[in-house]
């Protein structure tokens, strides 16, 4: 089954997807977390990507937060954490 178009295909959407951040991801690895923090910060520290929008300097400021460093994420970690992460924005924090 296909779909006829005339519209050329433009995706619209990008992901970095990073096995690191997980606990299991760095035990296979034989990594601990924090090793696992610090390459998910590099791999976003070289991240280029040019000619659209994206989210890197949100998702390496995340990787500072306390809790996304212990590992005390879920689902529900953007609702109750995002007051604080977008004030780091607003105040124009970044990191290096």
């Known amino acids: 089954m296909s779909i006829e178009t005339n519209e050329e295909f433009r995706p619209k959407i990008v992901a970095f997807c990073c096995n690191w951040c997980s606990y299991a991801g760095a035990d296979l690895t034989g990594s601990s977390r924090l090793e696992a923090v610090r390459r998910l910060r590099r791999a976003l520290e070289e991240l280029i ?17 306390k809790d996304f460093i212990r590992g005390n994420y879920n689902t529900g970690f953007w609702e109750k954490n995002h007051t604080e992460i977008e004030k780091w924005l607003k105040e124009g924090i970044t990191v290096k």
């Open 49 to 65: 990507i040019e000619g659209v929008k994206t989210n890197r300097e949100f998702m390496h400021l995340l990787t500072y937060h």
